[in-house]
């Protein structure tokens, strides 16, 4: 489904250019949870913004079913993103005015196919609090309402960037079973950006990154389920 060739992502220009991604290489399959694992500045989260279509790869490609996302017009890159792709950030990004069904209901006039949005809200555990407004609700209650309007798209890709970072540890395992359960469930492919060890344990593969390169590119034949995750 994803391949990345060669991708190269620099900043700056001149004597303050710095090579971010230094020639990534890696093969996302149809339908696996893959953990893109490494300390802050090690450039995950670039590499996942380029596979997103939010940022522009420099030199290489990034292919998705054939097409090069860094050969793509704008228009295209917002298609892409809109008809293929759900994000969940590590910051919620609710529309404060709208209760949780509605800011989940948002994300499904994107989708030309959603899913039900009530069998969703029963799924996130979230059907008791569906009138409520993002203030009145706990972290970990508004990171399942933001993994809902990702979600109701019915995306073939799901891009993950630290959605456990702002959680407490209880509230963190619950969202990572959910992650897990949405896998299962769906059969949605999978992409999430940690620099948590423990959770590559529940991935189907495992992509670690190191000053901008990949360190280590693995699949993991004995995923454990989130709820034997432990740090």
């Known amino acids: 489904m994803l391949e990345v060739k060669n991708l190269h992502k620099f900043y700056g220009t ?31 989260s670039t590499l996942l913004n380029i596979i997103g279509g939010i940022e522009r790869g420099d030199e290489g490609g990034v292919l998705f079913e054939g097409h090069d996302l860094l050969k793509m017009k704008n228009g295209e890159l917002a298609e892409y993103r809109r008809s293929t792709l759900g ?12 209760t949780v069904k509605e800011n989940i209901e948002v994300g499904g006039f994107l989708s030309k196919n959603p899913l039900p949005l009530n069998d969703l809200l029963k799924t996130l555990g979230l059907w008791e609090h569906k009138d409520k407004f993002p203030t009145q609700l706990s972290g970990g209650q508004q990171q399942r309402c933001a993994i809902g309007r990702a979600l109701i798209k019915n995306p073939s890709v799901l ?8 959680l407490d540890y209880k509230t963190s395992k619950e969202i990572l ?14 992409l999430l950006v940690t620099h948590n060890e423990a959770i590559k344990g ?17 699949k993991n034949e004995n995923p454990i389920s989130a709820n034997n995750i432990k740090w």
């Open 14 to 44: 001149d004597k303050t250019k710095t090579e971010v991604l230094k020639g990534i290489n890696c093969t996302i399959p149809k339908g696996e949870l893959c953990i893109l694992l490494g300390p802050s500045g090690s450039g995950k």
């Open 87 to 98: 994000f969940i950030f590590q910051f919620y990004n609710l529309v404060p005015n709208l």
């Open 159 to 166: 891009l993950c960037d630290e959605p456990t970072g702002a």
């Open 177 to 190: 079973l959910l992650i897990e359960e949405i896998h299962n469930q769906y059969g949605t492919t999978i």
């Open 202 to 218: 529940m991935a189907n593969r495992v992509i670690q990154l190191r000053d901008g390169a990949i360190h280590k590119d693995y």
